[in-house]
């Protein structure tokens, strides 16, 4: 039964999908509408992942070091492991987590209410197509989530060589050394691929659970719980399998 | 004219609307009343395409909605106007960005000719000083007002109201009531109305369908509504001492 149910949900979210690219809102519309989510779920979102990236690159770097006791091993491998943990897994994973839960309870909340208050009954009664006026400005905008990322990346980094070096672990030289040490440029494609598919993700899985969901306030803030395990259910299943398909093989 | 042939529509078995037949007319104000539970909600959603019916079929002036391409039921839409029980205005956008939308959605007027229009109706409706204000920051009946002018501005064929008037005070709920009847003979819509308020069914309505358990246990007029002794209308209508007596110094006259 609890399968049966899970399968429809997903037919019904690839059905929400397809319905997003349909009948597209007028273009004069459209574009106020992403800027202004580029302006929510971007802009709004660049304060919280710069603190996190830096101070969390930064405890990449003295954890490395505190665990660095054989002093045959170079100290140049505080800077490649920061570079790696940071470019390979913390930027584009760990903080899409976090996005789940900053933009996604955003997401599914603000729609969810939409719902409540019969907005988007509004829309439909009008003859708009509410999950392209609704989603798709998401998905556009989030087109742009590669560029928090690589701030992300470089804030991490950075954090990380500060800590470093401030903090008496490593020198400056050392770091860099090791931080550009063995880099593969393939590294970067494959972060930036796995972004952007979980921004496709942080988009349109909060939106369905805030567009379908029934009932009062209570409800609402159900429904931005639901979705906020889900999309790091599926954000953590994918990143696994684009590793796998990526660098596994 | 809104033509409804014997609509049925259930919720997990339950079968709210039992084969509903009616004319909505135009130019009038037609009522839907009944108890909480009777299928007025249900009825009002099926008429504006929220709802579909499992039989039987709406009518829009000659075209059967469950007929049309998905393309002709979203122009049809654009023809309707809606008044929400809760407003349902976009928190996101001030009042004249609420009023001024569905032009902005489906007209290719510029934003002179959008902002005149929206200064028409909200005078209409008499909001003139409320442009710039977002929902949250208006009265409840001003919100009322907001919606009024939203659902006409783009003059509709076909005008729907959820119980426009629940939570108002007695004075802005018959503002409403009034300014829905005005608007209604003024642009000849046909003005669909759902409300449990008797105040309502004796200021405006014109043709009054009341909805027993999913069924169509009455229709008639204002003044039929007076003089029928179908036990079901006048347990509903007369339930309050006032309305007695108001019903009984009709029939005197």
Redesign the interface.
């Known amino acids: 039964m609890m399968l049966i149910r899970y399968i429809t949900q997903i037919g019904r979210y690839f059905l929400m999908l397809k319905e997003i690219f349909n ?1 597209q ?2 273009w ?2 459209m574009r106020n509408l992403i800027f ?1 989510e580029i302006d929510d779920l971007i802009i709004g979102s660049l304060g919280i992942v710069a603190f996190i990236s830096f101070f969390v690159g930064g405890v990449v770097a003295i954890q490395t070091a505190l665990n660095l006791t054989n002093p045959l091993i170079p100290k140049y491998l505080i800077g490649f492991a920061t570079r790696q943990s940071v470019i390979l897994e913390f930027a584009p994973t760990f903080i899409s987590v976090i996005m789940a839960g900053k933009m996604g309870s955003f997401i599914t909340s603000s729609i969810g ?2 719902r409540v ?3 988007i ?2 829309l ?6 509410s999950l392209n006026y609704l989603v798709f400005p998401k998905i556009i905008a989030l087109l742009l989530y590669p560029f928090v990322i690589g701030i992300s990346m470089f804030l991490g980094v950075l954090g990380g060589w500060m800590a470093g070096v401030y903090g008496g672990f490593t020198s400056s030289d050392e770091f860099i050394n090791g931080a550009q040490l063995d880099f593969i440029p393939f590294h970067i494609v494959y972060a930036f691929l796995k972004t952007l598919i979980f921004a496709m993700l942080l988009a349109t899985i909060p939106s369905f659970h805030g567009y379908y969901m029934k009932g009062g306030a209570l409800e609402v803030g159900r429904a931005s719980t639901v979705s906020f395990v889900w999309t790091s259910v599926t954000i953590i299943t994918f990143n696994y399998i684009l590793t796998q398909l990526l660098l596994g093989s | 004219m809104i033509e409804v042939k014997n609509i049925e529509k259930s919720f997990g078995g339950i079968k709210i609307l039992k084969g509903v037949s009616t004319v909505f007319e135009t130019g009038k104000t037609n009522l839907i009343i009944g108890q909480s539970g009777s299928g007025k909600t249900v009825m009002l959603k099926s008429l504006l395409g929220i709802h579909t019916p499992e039989s039987g079929t709406i009518s829009f002036d000659g075209r059967i909605y469950s007929e049309l391409a998905p393309d002709e039921k979203r122009d049809l839409r654009t023809e309707i106007g809606m008044v929400f029980q809760g407003s349902a205005l976009f928190d996101s956008m001030t009042v004249a960005e609420n009023v001024g939308f569905p032009l902005k959605m489906f007209t290719k007027d510029n934003n002179s000719k959008i902002q005149e229009r929206v200064d028409f109706v909200l005078k209409r409706v008499n909001l003139t000083d409320a442009h710039k204000k977002l929902p949250s920051e208006i009265s409840g009946g001003m919100q009322k007002r907001v919606a009024i002018a939203r659902a006409i501005v783009n003059n509709p064929k076909y005008l729907f109201c959820d119980e426009p008037n629940s939570g108002l005070d007695p004075n802005t709920a018959i503002l409403i009531d009034n300014l829905i009847k005005e608007i209604t003979e003024e642009y000849n819509i046909t003005t669909v109305i759902n409300t449990h308020d008797m105040n309502s069914v004796m200021e405006i309505g014109e043709k009054i369908l009341f909805l027993k358990d999913g069924l169509k246990a009455w229709e008639g007029t204002k003044e039929e509504i007076f003089r029928t002794d179908n036990e079901a209308v006048v347990a509903f209508v007369y339930s309050s001492n006032l309305f007695k007596k108001v019903r009984e110094a009709y029939l005197k006259e």
């Open positions: 009948k809102t007028k004069s519309v202004k209410t939409m208050t019969e907005q009954d509004a439909e009664v009008m003859g708009v197509n």
